[in-house]
């Protein structure tokens, strides 16, 4: 039986000394030529509905532009809406026992430019307004605001709840801007008084938490590395930045960072990379990463740039969409996105590509590690553009003031 | 075949083979194609989405009488006035900071601003009044209803005024004009379906604080802290509302009821999976949540709780005067030494 079909075979076909090879023509099959075709029509159509975005993204800007130019009544305005509104409130009067208000405040009635330092430096630190005392943390704008945009911001809030005239031009805040690095924010009501010489009342004395320097063991962790596993800071950046689908991780919250790295080593939230780092780990040195990280104060580096509609997405955030049981982002993860330790981590300025590859991987079934699977359910009723709209709102927010230490640094400097 | 100079045929020996080879590539094509096609058509929307699907049948303000949208309030004095309301409804310590003594706001209850279905919304409370009410006896107006959650719900002994906002201030002018704004076009009154916080039936169990510790551990202290008195941002400003304790509604709030508090519960906690609870959890969680020490009832005056108890409780569904593991209730949290957040 194995012999025979090859001698068969032999004797069918002999060895022809004038044989050429050849291939007789054949048409290309009709499905090849379809499936090319059906390709290169959904790539076109691709091609363009990302257009449309983008031409719909453009038309969006050039009317917030137009709002920033002063060609609307009321420049600043919409910016105070997204940006300041959350904090201050829309009516300027802040929230008793947590944000100072604005209206009647007398460091918004020193005019632009001092709002503008405030506005580029934030607040880190007590400050009385009104004879109230507050606990101060305001976030730095000069990382996700431009010098135009901060003017117009920082004018209207003098023109609306401070009854001044002046307005702030693009190059005057630029020249408010420090050098790289040296912008750390006001240590309270009293730096402000002290550096822009007006009286602005008796503002309390900053006392300053001790910084507790790095310890060197979880120095060498966080930019070397243990033997052969990474070092944080090879995927999170010198500052716990991040970057695209890796997550920004200065001012998470610390117990927040120490849940997420558990579950990484248990298995509740699925990341090799991470997993195999943090086996490396001790309890303890979980603690003082997570410190590390949740006490610095880092500029944004996240942009929206995933083409998200950011209207869309400052809605989600702000007001949620009741009509499928979507609370707002910030109903739980507070109401500047600055995050709820343990359980709820700080949304503002984080990736956009990190939080829409979050979302998806909750309603897709791949993290299942949030309580009471908040998340789970509430991704699965976000769709695609509403995942990127969301990102992308929650990336164009001032990163968390985290920390009172003198830990301020910006990106690029290395340690 | 056999003739050297005969070609033979191209392919595979067998023309069986061959055919079969082809009907899988013909095949194999054809899936790629309506592949294809049907991502472009889901794409462009042509074919709903399972998601966009379950939006139209899993909605819970679908079948509602939908209030107007913050884009739609008008441009003028009275759009000013709602404006100012919605502002009090939804920072009610700040805007209204004379006569909030603890450290809620309207919103903690009433729902996505006073719209939700079966969260005491606003437009369907406004179609009701004036009416007539047990828990004072007399005809309450609209003005007289939010006078009572300012004493209660708001507990206002403890504020700076020390009681609720004088007959006629302003901010029931501001409230009912955001009120009366977001019942645009609802039909006056009629019970409007969604009124309330509902109803949640008595089980056969009845309801235990001890059952309730448990559910309530396992599914609100996430939000609301382990010791239930909620949870703030870096900025002190609460996020998630207390519910016992001295920030909290005080004894003559409706919320300190079981009946009332399990049906808060039940249609909408936890936040994004209200009906999540059995009615037997939610009674027994509303039980463990309001058989705790809260501010006291503003209407004791010189009296005892007992008196009270029989004055203002009688038949309410209520741990006040009532003595759990040992503890009268209804005694009341310290009075703070200086009203709340009142100036330096």
Not at chain 1, 240 to 258: F, M, N, S
Not at chain 1, 263 to 286: I, P, Y
Not at chain 2, 9 to 32: C, F, L, Y
Request: charge should be negative; charged fraction near 20%; include cysteine.
């Amino acid at each position: 039986m194995s012999k025979d079909p090859k001698r068969m075979t032999n004797t069918r076909h002999r060895p022809d000394e004038n044989f050429e090879p050849y291939e007789p023509h054949r048409r290309i099959p009709w499905p090849l030529i379809a499936f090319a075709g059906a390709l290169g029509l959904w790539g076109a159509a691709t091609l363009l509905d990302s257009r449309q975005d983008v031409a719909a993204e453009q038309a969006e800007r050039l009317v917030a532009d137009n709002l920033k130019t002063g060609q609307n009544s009321e420049p600043g305005s919409t910016l105070f809406a997204a940006r300041c509104a959350t904090c201050h409130q829309p009516d300027g009067m802040g929230v008793r026992a947590a944000i100072p208000p604005l209206s009647g405040s007398p460091f918004v009635a020193q005019g632009p430019e001092l709002i503008a330092k405030i506005l580029l430096r934030g607040i880190d630190g007590p400050i009385r307004v009104n004879n109230h005392v507050f606990d101060g943390h305001m976030p730095s704008f000069a990382s996700t605001l431009t010098d135009s945009e901060i003017g117009e911001l920082a004018s209207h809030v003098a023109r609306h709840f401070g009854e001044s005239s002046q307005t702030l031009s693009a190059t005057e805040v630029a020249s408010l801007r420090g050098p790289a690095g040296e912008d750390s924010s006001f240590k309270g009501g009293a730096e402000i008084a002290a550096t822009s010489g007006f009286s602005l009342g008796d503002q309390p004395a900053f006392v300053s938490v001790s910084a507790g320097s790095l310890a060197p063991e979880i120095s060498s962790l966080v930019f070397s590395g243990r033997g052969e596993q990474w070092a944080c800071a090879s995927c999170h950046g010198d500052l716990g930045q991040g970057k695209e689908t890796t997550p920004r991780l200065a001012g998470l919250p610390a117990d927040y960072i120490v849940k997420q790295l558990d579950d990484f080593a248990q298995g509740r939230r699925l990341n090799e990379s991470m997993r195999m780092v943090v086996n490396t780990l001790s309890d303890s040195e979980k603690r003082k990463l997570a410190e590390y990280y949740a006490d610095l104060r880092v500029p944004s580096n996240a942009r929206p740039e995933l083409g998200g509609n950011l209207a869309r997405g400052e809605e989600l955030a702000l007001r949620g969409d009741w009509s499928r049981n979507v609370p707002s982002c910030f109903s739980c993860h507070g109401p500047s996105g600055f995050g709820v330790a343990p359980e709820f981590p700080a949304l503002a300025a984080q990736h956009a590509a990190y939080t829409t590859n979050q979302l998806s991987a909750w309603a897709g079934g791949h993290r299942k590690n949030s309580s009471l699977a908040l998340m789970e359910r509430i991704s699965s009723e976000l769709g695609d553009a509403d995942r990127r709209a969301v990102a992308d709102y929650l990336a164009s927010l001032p990163p968390v003031p985290a920390g009172t230490s003198e830990k301020t640094a910006s990106i690029g400097d290395q340690p | 075949m056999t003739q050297p100079a005969e070609r033979p045929e191209a392919g595979p020996t067998d023309p069986a083979k061959g055919r079969i080879a082809r009907g899988w590539i013909h095949a194999a094509g054809a899936v790629v194609i309506i592949a294809a096609v049907g991502a472009l058509a889901y794409e462009s929307g042509l074919i709903p989405s399972p998601q966009a699907a379950r939006q139209g049948m899993g909605s819970t303000t679908a079948g509602y009488f939908q209030p107007p949208t913050d884009d739609q309030i008008p441009d003028d004095e009275f759009g000013a006035a709602v404006r100012r309301g919605q502002a009090i409804f939804m920072n009610t310590s700040t805007n209204a900071s004379e006569h909030v003594g603890n450290g809620l706001s309207c919103s903690n209850c009433h729902l996505d601003g006073g719209r939700q279905p079966y969260s005491a919304p606003m437009w369907a409370a406004w179609v009701q009044y004036p009416k007539y009410r047990s828990k004072n006896n007399q005809i309450n107006t609209m003005e007289d209803r939010v006078k009572g959650c300012f004493t209660y719900s708001m507990n206002a002994q403890h504020s700076v005024s020390g009681g609720p906002p004088p007959a006629g201030d302003d901010i029931y002018r501001d409230l009912q004009s955001y009120f009366y704004w977001l019942a645009t076009n609802a039909p006056t009154n009629r019970k409007m379906e969604g009124v309330g916080f509902g109803k949640v039936e008595k089980t056969e169990l009845g309801y235990s604080p001890e059952r309730g510790e448990q559910v309530f551990a396992a599914n609100c202290s996430v939000c609301h802290g382990a010791d239930g008195q909620g949870q703030k941002d870096i900025n002190e400003r609460y996020v998630f509302p207390p519910l016992w304790g001295p920030n909290s509604y005080n004894w003559g709030a409706g919320m300190a009821r079981i009946d009332t508090a399990a049906a808060f519960i039940k249609n909408n906690m936890p936040l994004s999976q209200p009906g999540k609870l059995t009615d037997q959890e939610v009674w027994d969680v509303a039980a463990f949540i309001d058989s705790h020490e809260r501010p006291k009832d503003p209407r004791q005056k010189g009296n005892t709780i007992e008196e009270t108890r029989k004055r203002y409780h009688d038949g309410d569904e209520i741990y006040y005067g009532r003595t759990v593991n040992g503890v009268l209730l209804g005694v009341g949290t310290p009075d703070p030494v200086h009203p709340v957040a009142s100036q330096e």
